[in-house]
């Protein structure tokens, strides 16, 4: 029986979405940003020599694309969905990686120490998730189930994912050294048996989210565009490296503050709010030449 798409739109006017009738891939998800990384996706290479696709994401049982701004979805929405149901109906692989999962390699999980005595970073050798999430309690982690069944540990005050690795930020009733073992072994269990890091509503919120936020982007002003891209290109990754994350939210030109939002195992760290604040100050004044701008850090 041939699979037959619907066109759906979504809450970004630059994304819609081709929802099958039945199952595209085996509970799996994947983004694209370019036809390099779409290699292991032969569905994906196709779309992208649309010259008006930017990104592409494939679930379980849709295809979601976002688009340039040189077309209107209103014009090729039609094509498009004839290019994906010829496709899908044509007995073609819509993911090389698939037939691969046998061959699948070991999951290996090691803890990292942070800057925060109160986190621990489980790094891991497979990428979990595009996004950055931080969840303070249980109820927040509804998108999450790896962060749900994180909650269950009485000692989990909070939960960050991002890239390859779990941030995890424990109460006082419990020490490190009780913990670890048993917190590596349930995540090192947990991805070995293909348990889902993040529900696709989530996954799908992502690739809007992204959307809205170079779009954002795009409205700032000059100097805020620079202290976004300073803070992407020389602040983030030395974050990222203890366990944490760090946000542009804002900056006032009268007041010349910048306000910063830290997550992970940045937040509530005894020492990082000073340390990055300051050093944050000390390389936004040089690189902007300007010694009244003044960094407010926030722990979220």
Not at 2 to 26: C, G, V, Y
Not at 57 to 64: D, G, L, T
Not at 198 to 221: G, P
Not at 234 to 263: H, M, T
Request: charged content about 25%; overall charge negative.
């Amino acid at each position: 029986m041939a699979i037959s798409l619907e066109i759906k739109e979504t809450s970004s006017p630059t994304i819609l979405k081709f929802e099958a009738d039945s199952f595209l891939t085996k509970h799996s998800s994947f983004e694209f940003n370019n036809i390099d990384e779409a290699e292991k996706s032969p569905l994906a290479q196709q779309l992208f020599h649309l010259p008006f696709v930017k990104k592409v994401y494939i679930a379980s049982n849709f295809v979601a694309i976002e688009r340039f701004n040189i077309v209107e979805w209103a014009d090729v929405q039609e094509e498009v969905r004839t290019v994906l149901e010829t496709y899908i109906n044509g007995d073609q692989p819509i993911f090389i990686v698939e037939e691969e999962t046998e061959s699948r390699s070991p999951i290996t999980i090691y803890a990292e120490s942070t800057p925060n005595p109160a986190v621990l970073k489980f790094v891991c050798n497979k990428a979990l998730t595009a996004k950055v999430l931080e969840f303070n309690s249980i109820d927040e982690a509804k998108p999450s189930p790896l962060a749900i069944a994180l909650f269950q540990f009485p000692f989990i005050k909070s939960v960050f994912i991002d890239r390859n690795y779990v941030s995890l930020t424990k109460y006082d009733i419990a020490e490190w050294d009780d913990i670890t073992l048993e917190l590596r072994t349930f995540l090192k269990t947990y991805l070995e048996e293909d348990k889902p890091v993040l529900d696709e509503s989530i996954s799908m919120q992502k690739v809007k989210v992204e959307s809205e936020k170079e779009t954002n982007f795009e409205k700032l002003d000059d100097i805020s565009k620079q202290i976004v891209n300073i803070l992407e290109e020389y602040v983030r990754p030395a974050v990222a490296s203890d366990g944490g994350n760090i946000e542009f939210k804002s900056f006032d030109e009268s007041s010349k503050k910048v306000e910063v939002i830290l997550q992970g195992a940045c937040s509530g760290c005894p020492s990082s709010t000073f340390t990055l604040k300051n050093g944050i100050e000390n390389m936004l004044k040089q690189m902007l030449n300007d010694e009244q701008i003044y960094v407010e850090a926030i722990n979220q």
